[in-house]
């Protein structure tokens, strides 16, 4: 006997359960390979990990040019023109108003913000050392520099926060030397003076 056509499909629920479960076969094949190739890392990238941040800051809107100076144990020293030293890396050459200016949808728009940050990414055994220095005097006025030692792991702790004042060009002052023990503590806080710009 010949069936009547009524213009309805017939479905077959043995299909349509077949054709679910391969949908989803697809789906977690998609997401296992995708998961299996993760992108593919540019060249001379640096992970953004951070250890132990010192940021060196000066009065906001002031001409004058102060850079920061970071020993570590092994005697790499990071500043303006070695901007990476092992495991450490300075952020930003912060030149006083020399490049606090930038284009924002056509309008000069000034950056009053005068601040370094260092930031070192591997914890080594030893003392590190932190100066600050007056490469370019404006105003030929002492400036009051602000510096803090901030260790982010495990937890963030303010290590050290203090100023110094520059009594002009090419003054170099130290603002805080710390030790690095095997286990990661920071201890022996002191100001001894060292020297660490070179000419």
């Keep these: 006997m010949r069936r009547r056509n009524t213009?309805?499909?017939?479905?077959?629920?043995?299909?349509?359960?077949?054709?679910d479960i391969l949908l989803g076969f697809t789906f977690m094949f998609v997401i296992a390979v995708t998961a299996l190739n993760p992108p593919a890392k540019?060249?001379?990238?640096?992970?953004?990990k951070a250890e132990i941040?010192?940021?060196?800051t000066w009065p906001d809107g002031n001409p004058?040019?102060?850079?920061t100076w970071v020993e570590a144990p092994d005697g790499d020293v990071v500043w303006f023109r070695n901007p990476d030293a092992g495991l450490m890396h300075?952020?930003?050459?912060?030149?006083?108003?020399?490049?606090?200016?930038?284009?924002?949808?056509?309008?000069?728009v000034l950056n009053p913000l005068n601040q370094e940050v260092v930031t070192v990414r591997g914890l080594m055994p030893g003392e590190y050392t932190v100066n600050v220095h007056c490469y370019h005097s404006v105003t030929q006025q002492p400036v009051p520099v602000q510096v803090?030692?901030?260790k982010v792991n495990p937890?963030?702790?303010?290590?050290?926060?203090?100023?110094?004042?520059l009594q002009g060009q090419d003054n170099e002052r130290t603002a805080v030397r710390f030790t690095v023990s095997p286990d990661g503590r920071i201890?022996?806080?002191?100001?001894?003076p060292k020297t660490l710009v070179t000419s």
């Design 7 to 19: 213009g309805r499909h017939d479905h077959d629920p043995f299909t349509d359960l077949l054709f």
């Design 42 to 48: 540019k060249k001379g990238e640096i992970p953004a």
């Design 53 to 56: 941040i010192i940021t060196t």
């Design 64 to 67: 004058d040019d102060v850079d």
């Design 90 to 108: 300075l952020d930003r050459d912060d030149r006083g108003s020399d490049n606090d200016t930038l284009k924002l949808n056509g309008q000069t």
């Design 148 to 150: 803090s030692v901030v």
């Design 155 to 165: 937890v963030l702790e303010v290590v050290y926060y203090g100023s110094v004042e």
């Design 187 to 192: 201890s022996g806080l002191h100001t001894l």
